[in-house]
């Protein structure tokens, strides 16, 4: 092993005391983070979300009986939501953004394959009406089309 002198070692020490700093400030400048990070405690802003429960049920104004596979429509702002009603004629929608009034089409998609062919029927319903509806589903009967053959 080489016996350094102490001129030596100072001249060592200096260079890697250099090394270290430059390494230090290269790291520091090329990360953003420690730019300027606002203080966060805790989960941050909670954005709590109001929600409606559309439902009811499908019925044959003649037969009284639940017609499934009927197109269901709500008209929102943004995103509408559509889909069909269940085999007991049951629909039910969480609609995510309240708004003041809905428009609701029910429209007859698959013929008579659900017993018969219905007319569609446009209904509006109020955001009042719509916050009861988890008590009590609407109850929509929808007309059998008139065969003129």
Do not use: W
């Not at 409606?52 to 702002?77: E, H, Q």
């Amino acid at each position: 092993m080489i016996k350094l002198t102490e001129k030596s070692r100072r001249i060592i020490r200096a260079i890697y005391r250099s090394i270290g700093v430059a390494a230090a400030s290269l790291t520091l400048s090329a990360c953003p983070f420690f730019i300027s990070v606002p203080a966060m405690y805790g989960p941050g802003p909670v954005k709590i979300r109001e929600e409606v429960l559309i439902r009811g049920i499908v019925i044959s104004g003649k037969t009284k009986v639940p017609i499934n596979g009927i197109a269901v429509y709500i008209n929102v702002d943004n995103p509408s939501y559509h889909n069909a009603t269940r085999q007991n004629g049951e629909f039910d929608y969480y609609i995510y953004e309240k708004q003041d009034s809905y428009t609701i089409i029910f429209t007859d998609i698959d013929g008579k394959e659900n017993g018969g062919r219905f007319k569609q029927r446009t209904i509006t319903i109020t955001n009042e009406e719509a916050e009861t509806l988890k008590e009590n589903p609407l109850i929509i009967e929808l007309e059998e089309e008139v065969n003129e053959e």
